[in-house]
């Protein structure tokens, strides 16, 4: 198949991309430190302020005409107008809570006198009875009860 001879082949090296890209990016990240190192100085450096075009006094405007001063009308204010009415609330509140504690007052007032008479009505009723003697010759002795005693039982919860 193949004749005698062989070719001898050449070694060439070959380029691959990455490297290629990766030298890309270095070239274009030192590209961006020098423009940003570039901007960095030129903003050291202070700029100063331009003269104006004319050297000339600025006119002066004239002044408008002044208007003579106003006198405030008879309104009044809604904080002024809501003062009022919280302060008439407020008086009707203390009011209504004192005629409320005077109630309470007489109420107490009326239950107490209602308990003193309740009282009087008691003692005046609490006559002493008088209670059988008791028998003296022959006194209480309980006794024993006819049934027979219980036995207790082993729980058994096998059965369950």
């Not at 209670?131 to 059965?159: A, C, G, V, W």
Request: hydrophobic share 35%.
């Amino acid at each position: 198949m193949h004749s005698g001879k062989s070719k001898c082949t050449c070694l060439q090296p070959f380029a691959l991309r990455t490297e290629e890209r990766g030298a890309k990016k270095k070239h274009e990240f030192t590209r961006k430190l020098a423009r940003m190192f570039a901007e960095e100085q030129r903003m050291r450096i202070p700029v100063a302020q331009r003269l104006p075009w004319t050297t000339d006094e600025p006119q002066t405007l004239p002044k408008p005409p002044v208007k003579e001063n106003t006198v405030p009308l008879g309104i009044h204010l809604f904080s002024d107008v809501r003062a009022c009415e919280r302060a008439k609330f407020d008086e009707y509140v203390a009011a209504k809570f004192l005629l409320m504690e005077q109630e309470m007052r007489e109420h107490e007032r009326l239950q107490q006198i209602a308990e003193q008479e309740e009282i009087k009505r008691m003692r005046s009723e609490m006559v002493p009875h008088a209670q059988l003697m008791p028998y003296f010759d022959r006194p209480f002795m309980p006794k024993r009860s006819s049934k027979h005693l219980t036995i207790p039982k082993e729980p058994s919860f096998s059965n369950v």
